[in-house]
């Protein structure tokens, strides 16, 4: 099979790798870290006149309509300079959930209650970046929402960049005990958000709906929408963990032929250049599987698609611990302190094997699927 990328696709991840080297900088990152927000609408703007934010709209709304190729290729750029905007979320998760419920397609006819307006109001706005959008469905408690009489009451755990949104697609329980997705406005009454920083130094909010006032957006199968959009997101978030993976073999190598220990580099040692061909043969392994999530994650045979997500995460789950751990011990203690990009590549990559399900959830899946084929 033909692995090869176009030259478009070259040119789009170069485009976003010289953007990250040039303008994302360690430095500015620490800054954005620091900041009380936790990311920069400037940097979102940025990335607007990039392009990027409109990847995953179709062009009937401003779009680029590229495929999971071409979105793995901007993650794994973004991976190195560790963007703490919500792209993933808002980017690639929340335009694939809008289109799969068939909100948007051309030449489809709208089959949901929510109005053409609804459509040409935040599709666009997504993608010139004036408008940040964000689903906010399970957290490891399963904490329900439900729907009375047009209102929305409960509460969302863990919703990623949830603070940072313009717009919020929850999914909650409806009257006749189906799943329903609805647009909730942040900031009027009965919505209440409390933001705060994660392990990686990304930004979540716990979500608290008391009767507030919610649109829904789809005509019944939400939850399959859902399941088919976060599996667009985990092949994405598959890429990002390859592109950190290969930042840090690189680094760990150079760290190894200048470091002297004995009068020589350490990497002479034989001991340790067996650990740096271990990372580089996890890293090797994750990549090919994250192609593979790329291709699958759009399958409609949504059994086979799971099965192949699954068994991207567990090898990529597994590389992320590997690599991670590997990395910081051949640095030694200086590999844990804040002031080295290395510390900040190993939280995100231990936060990346715990997300979308963990490892051993994914194991499971994967073995439950495969005895069912």
């Keep these: 099979m033909n692995f090869d990328f176009s030259e478009e696709q070259v040119a789009l991840a170069d485009t976003v790798k010289r953007f990250v080297a040039r303008d994302y900088t360690f430095e500015k990152r620490r800054a954005i870290l620091e900041s009380s927000p936790g990311w920069s609408r400037e940097v979102w703007q940025a990335l607007a ?34 963007l703490l905007e919500p792209w993933l979320a808002s980017a690639v998760i929340a335009p694939a959930l ?8 051309p030449g489809n006819p709208l089959r949901g209650p929510a109005s053409a307006d609804f459509l040409e109001q935040w599709l666009p706005a997504i993608a010139t970046g004036e408008t940040v959008v964000v689903l906010a469905h399970a957290n490891a ?7 009375i009489n047009g209102g929305l009451t409960g509460r969302k755990s863990v919703v990623a960049h949830g603070a940072c949104a313009d717009l919020l697609l ?24 409390r933001d705060y920083p994660t392990l990686d130094g990304q930004r979540a909010a716990d979500l ?15 939850l399959d929408a859902i399941e088919a959009a976060l599996d667009i997101g985990l092949a994405a978030l598959c890429a990002e963990a390859v592109g950190i993976m290969e930042a840090t073999v690189a680094a760990t190598t150079d760290y190894l032929k200048t470091r002297q220990q004995f009068g020589q580099p350490i990497g002479r040692f034989q001991a340790l250049q067996h650990r740096m ?36 995460k567990v090898t990529i789950g597994q590389a992320c611990r590997f690599i991670a751990q590997n990395a910081v011990q051949l640095h030694g203690g200086m590999g844990m302190t804040d002031e080295l990009i290395l510390s900040h590549w190993f939280k995100r990559l231990t936060t990346i094997e715990m997300s979308f399900g963990d490892t051993d959830s994914h194991l499971q899946r994967f073995a439950r699927l495969s005895r069912a084929a």
Excluded: W
């Design 277 to 312: 061909a271990d990372m580089l043969l996890h890293l090797e392994q994750a990549r090919s599987m994250s192609y593979l999530a790329a291709m699958h994650c759009t399958s409609e045979d949504k059994s086979a698609r799971q099965r192949s997500l699954s068994a991207a």
């Design 208 to 222: 608290v709906l008391s009767d507030a006032p919610a649109m829904r957006i789809d005509a019944g199968g939400a």
């Design 170 to 193: 929850v999914s909650a329980q409806t009257a006749s005990g189906d799943t329903g997705l609805f647009a909730v406005t942040p900031g009027i009454e009965g919505v209440s958000l």
């Design 98 to 105: 809008i289109r799969r419920i068939g909100l948007c397609l």
């Design 141 to 147: 408690r399963k904490e329900p929402v439900t729907e």
């Design 49 to 82: 006149d990039l392009g990027v934010l409109a990847l995953n709209i179709d062009e009937d709304h401003g779009g680029l309509d590229y495929g999971p190729q071409e979105t793995g290729l901007v993650m794994s750029a973004f991976g190195a300079g560790l």
